[in-house]
């Protein structure tokens, strides 16, 4: 006899989506996460003062900041419906003042309508744009294995698609540092198939790019975890915290999901959390053998986000809007997340790939000052010296293993790519890499949440 109909492995969006889903449908449910809090990759934080561990969390008059996803697309429709379901507001990313971008020692600034690139490498990346374009128009995002020319771009890396098409050096740097900020990884580690599908996924690898109208169009005021808590709240006592999975046993006549306080049994499971641990949980029977591949095949990328912390806005005074991209780490990419109401300048970089696993090995005051280094490249020495400093190393977080979302290497896709959303039995599986559409961010979360809700109530009959 089944405890509940459903069990949900991980509270992160797409687990507390999944169970909101199958409740609201009638059906029992519980949801078992490893960590101390809800929200998998989206958590907000209060900021120490001077980043040294001197002072308590919370003496910068309650400032917050997103260590985890943070923004808001225009045309992410399911996330949009969550945050007003809940009355969450959103703030514009995009500021007053001009960007910078920096490539092979040469910066230039610009605005949304000025061109970012000299004449060469801007007719070099838009000519390399278009191929790309037209190459991610014939990916199939429901079954990116499938068609004509599947095999030929998983036998490929992205980085020799780069020094394929790319006809310049600052053109081939843009492609790569584009690679690292939304995969978190190089170019060289990664399917072009995988590139391809992902950016289709996502409305294209410019929207993905962009701020004003793109993929980091706004934040959530008060933090995206908001999200997840307000999920949390709605099923009560019915989400079980620090309760890491460690087996689950299925068969014809039902599931049990073993954790440290015991076992747990249903109809049906669904596991939502990342591919690297989902694939440290024991199945019995084990799983077919393409589940596990594709589990082993799937590593993370690396991420390391810093929030540093200002008085006040100091780029403001140059007409700078802090918005930075750069193929010099460690600030290769920089936004600013100062709060809507005024006050303190916060200065937020995203150290990704072979970067933070740099940074991740350095002792954390030498990783500090690196950064603030980075940025005082950029914005001059007032940067070096901020009233808070913050740092989250997804791939240190025992429970993540990486950040943003995992990614596939050449030949997984067409080879196993197609056990990524199979159910095994009754086990389920959800999580943003599992969407077809925003896979990697909240709202393809959501969107795995709702597809591996309606699987199970449509198996439970």
Same mark, same amino acid.
């Given at each position: ?13 797409? =687990? ?7 409740? +609201? ?11 101390? /809090? ?14 040294? =561990?001197?002072?308590?969390? *919370? ?26 379901? %809940? ?18 020692? #040469? ?21 390399? $744009?278009?191929?790309? @374009? ?22 490929? !890396? ?5 020094? /394929?098409?790319?006809? !310049? ?21 990664? @399917?072009?198939?995988?590139?391809? %599908?992902? +950016? ?7 929207? &993905?790019?962009?701020?004003?109208? =793109? ?8 933090? $995206? ?68 591949? &594709? ?15 200002? /008085?006040?806005? %100091? ?6 809007? *802090? ?26 970089? &995203?150290?990704? *790939? ?20 980075? &940025? ?7 940067? $070096? ?19 943003? *979302? ?33 896979? =990697? ?9 709702? #597809? ?10």
């Amino acid at each position: 006899m089944a405890n509940v109909d459903v069990i949900v492995v991980g509270a992160g969006v797409s =687990g507390l989506v999944t169970a909101d889903r199958v409740r +609201a449908a009638g059906r029992s449910v519980v949801v078992l996460e490893a960590r101390d /809090r809800v929200g998998g990759r989206t958590v907000t934080e209060a900021v120490p003062a001077r980043g040294d =561990g001197t002072e308590a969390p *919370g003496t910068l008059d309650g400032l917050l900041v997103d260590s985890g996803a943070a923004w808001v697309a225009p045309d992410q429709t399911l996330l949009l419906a969550e945050l007003a379901r %809940f009355g969450l507001k959103t703030t514009p990313q995009e500021g007053p003042g001009d960007a910078l971008v920096s490539l092979r020692g #040469r910066s230039r600034r610009y605005t949304g309508e000025a061109r970012a690139l000299d004449p060469v490498t801007t007719a070099d990346v838009g000519q390399a $744009m278009l191929r790309f @374009s037209a190459a991610a128009e014939k990916v199939d995002v429901a079954a990116p294995w499938r068609g004509e020319a599947a095999d030929r771009y998983d036998a490929q !890396t992205f980085e020799s698609w780069i020094r /394929r098409t790319c006809l !310049t050096s600052k053109g081939r740097d843009y492609f790569r540092l584009a690679c690292e900020a939304v995969l978190a990884t190089e170019p060289q580690n990664v @399917s072009l198939l995988h590139v391809l %599908f992902y +950016a289709r996924s996502g409305g294209g690898l410019l929207h &993905l790019l962009t701020t004003g109208g =793109g993929a980091q169009d706004a934040r959530v005021v008060g933090g $995206m975890q908001q999200v997840a808590e307000r999920l949390a709240e709605g099923l009560g006592p019915w989400v079980r915290l620090q309760e890491p999975v460690t087996t689950i046993l299925h068969d014809e006549d039902g599931v049990s999901v073993h954790s440290e306080s015991g076992a747990t049994t249903a109809q049906h499971v669904v596991v939502t959390v990342p591919p690297a641990l989902a694939s440290s949980i024991e199945y019995l029977p084990a799983l077919p053998q393409d589940r596990t591949l &594709l589990s082993q095949r799937m590593p993370h990328g690396s991420v390391v986000k810093c929030h540093a912390v200002y /008085r006040r806005p %100091f780029w403001h005074d140059e007409a700078l809007s *802090g918005e930075i991209a750069s193929d010099q780490g460690p600030a290769k990419v920089v936004f600013d997340t100062s709060p809507p109401e005024g006050g303190y300048g916060v200065l937020t970089v &995203l150290v990704e *790939g072979e970067d933070a696993v740099r940074l991740g090995a350095m002792d954390p005051d030498k990783a500090r000052t690196a950064v603030l280094r980075g &940025l005082a490249a950029h914005l001059g020495p007032k940067a $070096m010296d901020p009233v808070g400093y913050l740092a989250k190393d997804w791939t240190a977080e025992e429970w993540t293993r990486g950040c943003y *979302g995992a990614h596939l290497p050449p030949g997984a896709w067409t080879q196993v790519g197609r056990a990524l959303r199979t159910p095994v039995g009754r086990v389920h599986w959800a999580g943003t890499e599992t969407a077809e559409r925003w896979c =990697g961010y909240v709202d393809g979360a959501i969107a795995s949440g709702e #597809r591996a809700a309606a699987e199970v109530l449509a198996a439970l009959g």
